[in-house]
């Protein structure tokens, strides 16, 4: 079974984010990047099936600029086998990056694609549902759980009500949940032996796929800030406040 | 042109958010026609028609469409989405799960999760778990928008009269197998539409302990939430965990206890009206969006908030 797991490179999750002064988007000069953390939790399953000897090879996919290349550079150092760096200059919308994934996964024909189920940064939620609808795959979004049968998936997913169990057959498209797993640390060692794991470099335009955004971002302004609250001194007096001046209880 | 509605429904009754959903949109074009797809579902169409907003419901069922699985509705509403101009659902686990199906079958770039219809193609969305909001405009000719449920008040559940009109069913992905769901019944007023919630977090210290937030949440009559970190630990189930990849909450009070007020905990809760801190951290950021903070230690404290409550001759239910 071969696994290709996409990752993005998004603003550290630690960032307090801050708004461009125009207003025309958020700061990212000289501000932190890391990878999605959900998608770390892709990787960290897709390797840890490699490890249990159900799949022979995990390819992490990264679409972004040349420095999402440190994003793949990361999946390689805590197990990916190889990485592909789709290179592309501006606002990619997920329907344009699901259709980038979809001529990468006709080219490397995975068994399976994982993903984190939403990136933190446009906090779209829309990938992987997208990919799997361009390919008709099954897809198991959300998923605190796997297990791998013979030519299937069951899956636990986080639903709003709890959770759901289902079964899809392979090829298939996994979104994981931040519970899936605890994704692992890079160790020097695997950090030294990533760099010298091959990464394949292709060109957006090569693969004949129009990803003019499709949706104008006209505007992005700070949320408006609460009010100071204060401190009180005693239980008593804060139910007080809620009954009296809040007149919440 | 109209706008098409997905309801929310488990088969027999709709699923509030579909009332926050009709709202959203009626907000963008009057004529709103819903689709209903189940099995079974005669009394989830029948109250679906009720809604004042609805001007036609359609309704189409399979035994395949019982558990809602995405695969199967998608092409039920790509096929229906020759005749609307917006195809709209709540931003929930059930309309995050469906609606990119469907955009990326019309070759749409979806809108998610805004929180405000500017026009009939511009919305208000946030971005960063809340600390941005964009304003986004589509270009698309079909427009795929989730709406972010509690930034819609839900709309009259009578007072409407819709025709309802059967749709044929499409055929069963088989790709895809339902084998159950584990739902948590309780007999509390539900996360997202509760006027009180009561929240724990890491400073719990264990899923015994969560008895004070309940002791305290039935008192209030609150839903009972948690930040991630309780959730991880195992000290409550995943349902309940507010935040950035949780649930969206906007209650009139929020209580906040042991959560410390990371950022992601944050954009699930910060709308809220009015918010209450219990934290022995006076430092943790919880205290710089709350309204009234308590710096205690939270075993000490919780029991005396129930000993007041207790000497309060009415409590607002």
């Known amino acids: ?249 | 042109m109209s706008v098409l509605l997905i309801a929310e429904h488990n088969n027999k009754e709709l699923r509030p958010f579909t009332l926050n959903a009709a709202t959203a949109a009626s907000q963008i074009d009057t004529d709103v026609h819903a689709v209903i797809i189940g099995h079974e579902c005669g009394e989830a169409a029948k109250a679906l028609s009720e809604l004042e907003l609805i001007k036609k419901v359609i309704q189409v069922e399979a035994p395949h469409y019982e558990n809602f699985v995405a695969e199967n509705f998608a092409p039920v509403i790509v096929k229906l989405s020759e005749n609307y101009s917006h195809i709209i659902s709540s931003a929930n686990t059930f309309g995050k799960n469906l609606m990119p199906r469907i955009a990326a079958a019309l070759d749409t770039s979806q809108i998610s999760d805004i929180t405000k219809v500017v026009s009939n193609d511009t919305f208000l969305r946030p971005i960063y778990a809340g600390n941005a909001f964009a304003t986004v405009k589509s270009k698309d000719n079909k427009k795929c928008v989730t709406i972010r449920p509690t930034s819609f008040d839900p709309c009259e559940s009578s007072g409407g009269s819709a025709p309802i009109e059967k749709a044929e069913a499409g055929e069963e992905f088989v790709q895809t197998k339902f084998i159950k769901r584990e739902e948590i019944k309780s007999d509390r007023p539900e996360l997202g539409t509760a006027r009180v919630v009561v929240s724990g977090g890491r400073g719990m210290q264990s899923g015994d302990n969560f008895k004070l937030i309940t002791s305290l949440a039935d008192k209030l009559n609150a839903a009972i939430g948690a930040s991630r970190a309780a959730v991880d630990a195992g000290y409550i189930s995943n349902d309940h965990q507010v935040g950035q990849t949780g649930k969206v909450v906007v209650p009139d009070l929020y209580i906040a206890v042991g959560i410390s007020g990371a950022i992601q905990h944050l954009a699930g809760m910060k709308e809220s009206k009015v918010i209450v801190a219990i934290n022995k951290d006076g430092e943790a950021p919880i205290f710089s969006v709350a309204d009234y903070g308590l710096e205690a230690d939270l075993f000490e404290a919780l029991p005396q908030f129930l000993e007041e409550l207790n000497k309060l001759n009415t409590i607002q239910k």
């Open chain 1, 1 to 249: 079974m071969k696994i290709l797991v996409a990752v993005k490179r998004v603003i550290d999750y630690n960032v307090q984010i801050r708004v461009k002064e125009d207003n025309t988007g958020v700061v990212t000069d000289n501000v932190k990047m890391s990878t999605n953390p959900p998608d770390d939790n892709a990787i960290e399953e897709a390797v840890k099936i490699k490890e249990a000897g159900k799949a022979t090879e995990v390819i992490a996919v990264s679409i972004g600029e040349e420095k999402a290349q440190e994003t793949v550079r990361k999946a390689l150092a805590v197990g990916a086998d190889r990485g592909i760096l789709v290179k592309t200059e501006g606002i990619l919308e997920p329907l344009a990056v699901s259709k980038l994934l979809q001529k990468i996964v006709e080219k490397e024909k995975p068994d399976l694609v994982f993903m984190g189920k939403q990136a933190i940064d446009d906090d779209c939620n829309q990938t992987g549902q997208m990919l799997s609808a361009l390919l008709n795959w099954p897809q198991a979004t959300f998923a605190s759980k796997i297990e791998i049968k013979d030519k299937s998936l069951e899956v636990t997913r986080e639903i709003d009500e709890g959770l759901e169990t289902i079964e899809i057959n392979v090829p298939a498209i996994v979104t994981c949940d931040l519970r899936l797993n605890e994704p692992r640390y890079a160790s020097l060692p695997n950090i030294m032996k990533a760099k010298k794991k091959p990464i394949e470099q292709i060109n957006a335009s090569d693969l004949g796929v129009d990803t003019t955004p499709r949706i104008e971002q006209t505007k992005v302004e700070e949320p408006p800030k609460r009010k100071a609250g204060i401190k009180v001194s005693s239980v008593a007096e804060l139910v007080q406040k809620l009954k009296n001046e809040a007149k919440v209880i």
